[in-house]
């Protein structure tokens, strides 16, 4: 536990694989546990601080829920449970999956045994009954491995459930993700209608289930797919609009008015510091000042169309700073530079977020993005 709290600034997640080969919570007695299950799972949200999110297997998820809440949840039902609340235990819930596309079902990586050994009928394992719990957790998902030749690990097909995944992070010293690096993004081959498999039942095409259309960004037109899914794994942060205060008195209110845009799979998970920082244009001198603005808020839209046309997924990026809260500031031409870090940052700039705009609205020694520019008088 000190050791998690210790490096919490540098923690992304936890996988909570502790029992079985490689902690993956299979073929071993106390691995097939319920109990033993529901016991490490309390550990780990006792001992890592509740900023950071736990990855499981869905099964696994399934045991400790029913365990701690009373409920009989299963693989049948498991999209019926409630999305949860922010601040309790099972919001701090993601998934690891290290057979993300390989096939339709894939029960044992998932923890069928701990449904079973807990005298449940685990259910049959339904792809996009899992999808939608694990979309409606909003937190990450974690793969490896697992890419196959079906219509989940094709491209465009990938795309489509990367944005259900809400997919944050792919071990790419696992698996062989060529099928992505050969697919030629372009708006012919992106925009293909996809069918996906009604059940497991359907294991060729043609497939009866739904048939979705996934969203071109012509930003990456005659690249590779792989270079597109590398940039939109997590969140991913587009400056809209920005407008600030021309100039403000010394001891007036700074504002600014603007939107941004999260083009990413995934929203931002860990509570983050959002802090303005006034640089001088004439001298060395920096002012910063906390805010109250909340980057988990800058939400990716639910259909995954990231263009910038798309003006209904721009969030507000909005803020009013009291002068007083940047300390004594001299007056003059400033920049007005957004940083956003960990609130526990032990190394100074080393995570902070870059906006992905284009130019050169990135300071690197401050860790911050150029948003406007202001005069103090």
């Not at 003059?332 to 080393?350: C, T």
Request: proline share 5%.
């Amino acid at each position: 536990k000190p050791v998690f709290h210790e490096f919490e600034d540098i923690i992304m997640c936890v996988k909570t694989g502790m029992f079985g080969p490689w902690g993956e919570q299979h073929s071993s007695p106390m691995a097939e546990d319920p109990e033993a299950y529901r016991k490490v799972m309390d550990a780990y949200l006792d001992a890592v601080p509740d900023s950071r999110i736990l990855i499981a297997y869905s099964g696994g998820f399934l045991v400790w829920y029913n365990a701690t809440y009373g409920t009989t949840y299963n693989f049948d039902n498991m999209h019926e449970i409630p999305v949860p609340k922010k601040g309790t235990p099972e919001a701090r819930f993601g998934v690891f999956d290290d057979s993300y596309a390989n096939r339709y079902t894939q029960t044992e990586s998932k923890g069928r045994s701990l449904l079973t050994n807990s005298g449940l009928d685990a259910g049959t394992f339904d792809r996009y009954k899992a999808l939608t719990w694990i979309h409606n957790q909003n937190t990450m998902t974690q793969v490896e491995g697992g890419i196959g030749d079906n219509v989940h690990g094709n491209m465009p097909g990938a795309i489509l459930e990367a944005q259900l995944f809400r997919t944050t992070a792919a071990n790419m010293r696992h698996g062989n993700y060529s099928r992505w690096s050969n697919f030629n993004y372009n708006e012919a081959n992106v925009t293909k209608p996809v069918t996906f498999p009604a059940s497991g039942s359907e294991t060729n095409p043609p497939f009866t289930g739904p048939t979705k259309t996934a969203v071109f960004d012509p930003v990456y037109d005659g690249r590779n797919g792989l270079e597109y899914f590398r940039d939109r794994l997590g969140y991913r942060l587009v400056l809209r609009e920005a407008k600030a205060s021309g100039w403000v008195k010394q001891n007036g209110t700074l504002r600014f008015e603007g939107r941004i845009q999260n083009v990413g799979f995934g929203n931002v998970v860990n509570r983050k510091n959002v802090s303005v920082i006034l640089k001088s244009k004439t001298g060395s001198g920096t002012y910063t000042a906390l805010t109250n603005l909340d980057a988990r808020d800058w939400l990716a839209d639910e259909n995954g169309n990231g263009r910038p046309d798309n003006t209904a997924a721009w969030r507000d990026l909005k803020f009013s700073v009291a002068m007083s809260e940047f300390g004594s500031v001299p007056t003059g031409d400033y920049g007005i530079y957004l940083k956003i870090n960990d609130p526990k940052e032990q190394s100074a700039n080393r995570r902070c977020i870059r906006f992905a705009n284009k130019g050169n609205s990135w300071d690197a020694d401050l860790g911050a993005n150029l948003i406007g520019s202001t005069t103090v008088k």
